[in-house]
């Protein structure tokens, strides 16, 4: 597999973008957030989502600099319309928006409906949490095509659903929670095919509904499973109430459309410290909560516990070292695109 510095693929997302129409500072949105998340080790999530962004883009799934539309706003809510923008430049605006009526409110609820994919949740919290504040967000994708069977079932109900609550502390890593509330998000079933690679078992079920460890057989009809194995009832109404939050509190809806446009509506909270307890203090409480809870001995089979979101500031000082590596599929579509854009020069060498 090719190995590419982050420095790299930013600027070759960043001109890629470009061509396609995106204006310079919202290219530049796109490419922090897609490399940030290869960065992480969210491969999913990463650059291998630029060919299907630049189709939804002549598709007119995607609208570059689309308006970014307050349809209704109090002192502690809005509700944004993002008209089909790119999901991480709407999500952006729309957090900053949250974190500036929590400053003066102490806290803030935002709803966003009509953007486009808007990535790796994990970025939205960190904005708040480097601001003192808690935050919160919940995605779901509306009556675009599903991909997860609800516990008991077979049939593609609900999108992976993921959540996502950062939390302020002195550590040198962000206390972050992100998860899908499927088993995994499907950009790593699609990751394992690019890679040919097979899966674990309780993944995905194929379209009779049996166990399989083949990433080929949720493209054949199958589906991904709520998270929780022989518990999944609780990752279904994990995913049920997301839906809830990011489908019908914004109002972009439920249901299946096979033919529907990826339309991520979400659910954006952020709370103030300093209207609960002094931040430091709540800082300095969250590093040794952290220090108590990695003080346990680890099990078999597991060197040390790690807080939520640890595992992911490591690969993050890893991989900007030693760089990012990218599968050959996937490379072979960007470079695709570099070539058939005319981008050779402006991207350069990897």
Not at 40 to 49: F, T, Y
Not at 86 to 109: H, Q, S
Not at 204 to 231: C, E, F, R
Not at 257 to 266: L, M
Request: aromatic share 8%; glycine share 12%.
């Amino acid at each position: 597999m090719p190995i590419f510095t982050p420095e790299y693929l930013h600027k070759a997302t960043y001109h890629i973008c470009r061509a396609k129409g995106t204006p310079d500072a919202d290219a530049e949105v796109v490419a922090t957030h897609l490399v940030k998340a290869n960065l992480v080790g969210h491969d999913s999530h990463g650059v291998i989502q630029i060919p299907t962004y630049m189709e939804r883009i002549d598709a007119g799934h995607i609208v570059p600099s689309a308006p970014f539309v307050v349809e209704k706003e109090a002192p502690c809510t809005a509700v944004i319309n993002g008209n089909w923008g790119f999901g991480f430049v709407v999500t952006e605006r729309a957090m900053n928006l949250a974190i500036d009526k929590a400053r003066t409110n102490g806290v803030a609820a935002i709803t966003v409906r009509r953007q486009s994919h808007i990535g790796r949740l994990g970025d939205y919290p960190t904005m708040a949490l480097k601001q003192g504040m808690i935050g919160m967000i919940t995605a779901d994708s509306g009556a675009s095509p599903k991909h997860v069977a609800p516990f008991g079932g077979r049939a593609r109900k609900l999108g992976t659903n993921p959540m996502c609550i950062g939390m302020p502390s002195n550590l040198e890593g962000p206390v972050l929670m992100d998860m899908a509330s499927s088993t995994v998000a499907l950009g790593k079933v699609a990751l394992a095919r690019n890679r040919n690679e097979s899966i674990p078992t309780g993944w995905i079920v194929d379209k009779d509904g049996n166990p399989t460890t083949d990433p080929n057989d949720y493209y054949s009809g199958g589906a991904l499973l709520p998270v929780g194995g022989d518990q999944g009832h609780k990752g279904y109404a994990l995913s049920f109430m997301v839906e809830v939050f990011s489908g019908l509190l914004t109002g972009l809806g439920f249901g299946v459309d096979p033919e529907g446009r990826h339309n991520d509506g979400v659910f954006i909270a952020a709370f103030n410290l300093e209207h609960f307890r002094p931040l430091e203090e709540f800082k300095k409480e969250m590093g040794e909560f952290v220090e108590f809870v990695k003080d346990s001995p680890p099990a078999v089979g597991f060197k040390e516990v790690l807080y939520p979101g640890e595992i992911e500031y490591r690969t993050e000082q890893t991989r900007r070292k030693e760089g990012i590596f990218v599968e050959d599929e996937t490379w072979s579509q960007i470079d695709g695109l570099i070539q058939s854009l005319g981008l050779e020069s402006q991207a350069g060498e990897p």
